[in-house]
């Protein structure tokens, strides 16, 4: 089955960086990959998704990139802000199957 | 709409009690999947259901655990015999179909605390 890898566990900025998390999947056949941000005590929300026919996709200062060949893709968040403290995580499947998600990133902003 | 419906938010029970876990999908969703969540922890598998089908429990513990999706009503996850191990949130989420790349919508969770 699919196996997702997400690095780095925490990653601490200052307002106004970028942050970028990078996530490697296992199954060749994947072809869907969203991203979820999870507040606090709060549920995951989707913020972005890619699907295999595409590179790269962007909303406002968040963009992800798919590296088909290469298994990885990534979350680049740019000009961050305090209320992008969060945790992250990554996820992939192909259709009829359950998404497996990576076990997720710690992001602290600091103004 | 009211999106994904979890109850309880909260449920406390003694070792050896039974937990029932309540999901109600998303209108016009038929897919439902349940996820556990340690502190700390990512987001881990159990359970892929279609009404009245299961479709995927690879990450459903052995024991204890079962699931369901009938015709009417809403997903139940049950925990037989519980031990302090299944403290927990979990979560369902529902999809409208697998045929098309749909994000999943998650509920609230439910916060299962065993003392």
């Known amino acids: 089955g699919e196996n997702v890898e997400q690095h780095p566990s925490t990653l601490s900025v200052q307002e106004g960086d970028s942050a970028v998390i990078k996530c490697t999947y296992s199954d060749s056949a994947s072809n869907y990959f969203p991203w979820y941000k999870q507040e606090l005590g709060k549920r995951p929300q989707l913020i972005i998704d890619i699907r295999s026919n595409v590179g790269e996709k962007k909303d406002q200062r968040i963009a992800v990139t798919l590296n088909k060949t290469a298994k990885h893709f990534s979350l680049h968040i740019t000009e961050t802000q305090p209320e992008d403290s969060a945790v992250y995580f990554c996820?992939?499947?192909?259709?009829?199957?359950?998404?497996?998600f990576g076990k997720g990133t710690t992001l602290s902003v600091s103004s | 709409n009211a999106g994904v419906m979890q109850n309880p938010r909260h449920l406390v029970r003694r070792r050896g009690q039974e937990a029932r876990l309540r999901c109600s999908p998303m209108k016009g969703h038929s897919h439902v999947y349940w996820y556990r969540q340690l502190p700390e922890e990512g987001l881990k598998f159990m359970v892929y259901l279609q009404k009245e089908n299961i479709i995927d429990e690879s990450g459903m513990p052995k024991e204890r655990f079962s699931a369901e999706f009938p015709k009417e009503g809403p997903s139940i996850l049950r925990i037989q015999q519980v031990v302090r191990g299944d403290s927990a949130a979990y979560f369902c989420?529902?999809?409208?179909?697998?045929?098309?790349?749909?994000?999943?919508?998650f509920g609230s969770g439910t916060r299962l605390t065993v003392v």
């Open positions: 989420a529902s999809s409208h179909s697998v045929a098309r790349e749909d994000g999943y919508t």
């Open positions: 996820a992939a499947r192909q259709a009829g199957t359950a998404l497996i």
